[in-house]
């Protein structure tokens, strides 16, 4: 009874002969047919923008409700916190609004990408200027 635990391969690996195989998507321009064509990304910049400002402003006020019930509590508590509570007021202030802005902005890339793949004409063909969507049946 001899072990070989010199394989890479795992069961739960999908074998190459095995996965569907999914063609690109034609990306030619539909006016000229010519394959210089970029993606916009429209959605997907405002997406990001709007996204971390809404992320900052919730991270921000989040983290300043939390400094301010903390600092009541630290006041209860002792008479040595009064010299620490603005410096840890303002650093969780900043720590919320950057994991807020962060967060925003992820998934508002994430929802603008949809909607550019979805709804906007994302492609600009770069021989003619003309912008067009791609379906991607």
Do not use: W, Y
């Amino acid at each position: 009874m001899h072990d070989d635990f010199t394989s890479t391969t795992f069961d739960d690996e999908p074998f190459p002969e095995h996965e569907a195989l999914v063609a690109a998507p034609r990306l030619d321009c539909p006016t000229c047919q010519s394959r210089r064509t970029i993606a916009q990304d429209t959605g997907k910049k405002a997406g990001a923008a709007i996204g971390a400002v809404a992320g900052v402003a919730s991270g921000i006020s989040g983290a300043l409700s939390g400094a301010i019930t903390g600092a009541e509590i630290g006041m209860a508590m002792a008479v040595a916190v009064r010299a620490t509570m603005p410096l840890g007021i303002v650093a969780g202030a900043i720590l919320g609004g950057l994991s807020g802005g962060i967060a925003g902005c992820t998934v508002g890339a994430a929802l603008g990408e949809a909607v550019d793949e979805s709804i906007l004409r994302n492609r600009r063909c770069l021989a003619c200027g003309q912008a067009f969507s791609f379906s991607r049946r």
